[in-house]
């Protein structure tokens, strides 16, 4: 499965690396903002980005500081992209020996030292011009990030680069999905926050209204507990039915008698032996509780969509497949451009939650597919039109990924979500350990 990823918002400010400039060639303004991002390059009005005059190789690196504040209330994974526009000199130019390494802080993202490897200044040109452009990092909501560049002329690059420069633009932006995707699973249910799926709870069969616990190797002498709190079960039976058969046998001999007028002259008369059988059956009773509390069906995990498209989309007719069974959304609820949804049995399991009200409510009437499972599961997402626009998995269900890969399953009472809403690259990478889960934002 193939999913879009692509830049949804771009910022764009000129810069240049350059040999040497005229100082009015570019009259960027010293902050700018487009959507949640405002971006400050600590330069004054009208001065490019890099000044740089008489350059020569193994001269002191150029570094130059970028501040980037998300203004927004979900996480943004922010990047940048260089493009080409300008330069002095033919082949080969000045970007295919300039070092480029793009540091988050201390913590070198491009370049020497990054996952990437070393980059020169023509390889950023390359790699951002990918549809995600160069990623950088995450920054949370109301958060800064402070990315420095640095650029260093090698010592032993020669003189096949006299008299030569480059320019070109600086683009920031953040990195979203352009359909809507699975954001923030809650599975491992705790007790503050409601109950787990009833097979998560131990419900060996679930026919209905009726439960039915099995004990199984019972023998002789033996004794068996079953606890089963009330509000987990409306109706509690107990049937006993128990058969004893005793069997009694009696010999005995009544020999040794005296006989007074018998026939034959014998003194003794053997009766024999005396064999008794006695089979007695006791029938127990039956028993019922009722006056429960939460029905023995009620399940508060819950599944958060996020749409970082430009537009609403309606939900209705979607599905959420797990392991073992399909929803379907009947209702026709609106998830807004850039909002939330969130998904669950009904309206009860919000009782424990402070969510965010903005987010919109889609009660099924129905758990998630046949429960979400708590070892492991999976979760496929599909639009009206049975088309599956995303997946995830965790624990022991590896399919969420490509490749397969493992979404550690979280301790009790958290919950799974994507490191950045809408972020979306089919690994497990994308998935981080959320505590306190966030329904909703």
Same mark, same amino acid.
């Given at each position: ?18 040999? +040497?400039?005229?100082?009015?060639? +570019? ?12 971006? $400050? +390059? ?9 000044? !740089?005059? /008489? ?9 130059? %500081? ?38 988050? @802080? =201390? #913590? ?11 980059? #020169? ?10 549809? %995600? &452009? ?8 109301? =958060? ?23 320019? +070109? ?7 979203? @999905? ?6 923030? !699973? ?18 060996? *069969? ?16 033996? #004794? ?28 005995? %001999?009544?020999?040794? /008698? ?21 089979? =007695? ?25 996020? %749409? ?8 209705? $007719? ?56 708590? =070892? ?9 039109? &049975?088309?599956? !626009? ?22 009790? &009472? ?11 690259? /089919? ?9 306190? *889960?966030?329904?909703?934002?």
């Amino acid at each position: 499965m193939k999913r879009l990823i692509r830049i949804l918002l771009i910022l764009i400010i000129l810069g240049a690396i350059v040999k +040497f400039v005229a100082p009015d060639l +570019f009259r960027p303004s010293t902050i700018r903002a487009f959507g949640d991002l405002t971006v $400050n +390059f600590h330069v004054g009005p009208g001065l490019p980005i890099f000044t !740089v005059t /008489n350059m020569a190789p193994g001269d002191p690196p150029q570094n130059r %500081n970028v501040d980037v504040h998300n203004g927004g209330t979900v996480s943004r994974l922010v990047s940048v992209k260089g493009i080409r526009t300008g330069g002095i000199g033919a082949d080969p130019k000045l970007e295919t020996v300039l070092d480029l390494v793009i540091k988050d @802080g =201390a #913590t070198p993202v491009y370049g020497t030292g990054s996952p990437t490897g070393p980059k #020169t200044v023509k390889d950023f040109f390359t790699d951002s011009g990918a549809t %995600n &452009g160069a990623q950088l990092s995450i920054i949370n909501p109301g =958060a800064d990030k402070t990315y420095n560049f640095k650029v260093t002329f090698p010592g032993p690059s020669g003189n096949d680069f006299q008299a030569k420069s480059v320019i +070109f633009d600086l683009t920031f932006g953040v990195v979203t @999905g352009d359909n809507v995707v699975i954001n923030e !699973v809650y599975y491992l249910v705790d007790s503050a926050h409601g109950l787990d799926s009833p097979k998560d709870r131990g419900v060996v *069969s679930n026919n209905g209204s009726n439960i039915t616990i099995n004990i199984l190797g019972n023998g002789a002498g033996s #004794t068996n507990i079953v606890k089963v709190k009330q509000k987990d079960i409306c109706s509690i039976l107990q049937s006993n039915t128990t058969i004893v058969q005793n069997t009694i046998i009696s010999n005995s %001999n009544t020999g040794g /008698n005296s006989s007074n007028n018998n026939t034959g002259g014998s003194n003794n008369i053997n009766t024999g032996s005396i064999n008794t059988t006695t089979i =007695a059956t006791v029938s127990g009773s039956t028993n019922s509780a009722s006056g429960c509390g939460k029905k023995l069906g009620q399940n508060d995990e819950w599944v958060e969509l996020y %749409n970082p498209t430009d537009h609403d989309i309606s939900l209705k $007719n979607w599905t959420l497949t797990d392991n073992g069974a399909t929803t379907i959304i009947h209702p026709n609820k609106i998830i807004k451009a850039g909002g939330f949804a969130l998904i669950s049995k009904d309206h009860s399991t919000w009782n424990f939650w402070n969510e965010d009200p903005s987010a919109i409510k889609v009660e099924l009437g129905s758990q998630i597919g046949d429960g979400l499972d708590n =070892a492991g599961d999976h979760l496929i997402l599909k639009n009206n039109s &049975g088309t599956e !626009v995303d997946r995830m998995s965790w624990g022991t269900d590896t399919s969420g990924f490509i490749p397969p890969a493992v979404n550690p399953v979280v301790p009790l &009472g958290h919950s799974t979500e994507r490191s950045a809403p809408g972020f979306d690259t /089919n690994a497990a990478s994308d998935w981080i350990d959320r505590n306190p *889960s966030t329904p909703g934002n």
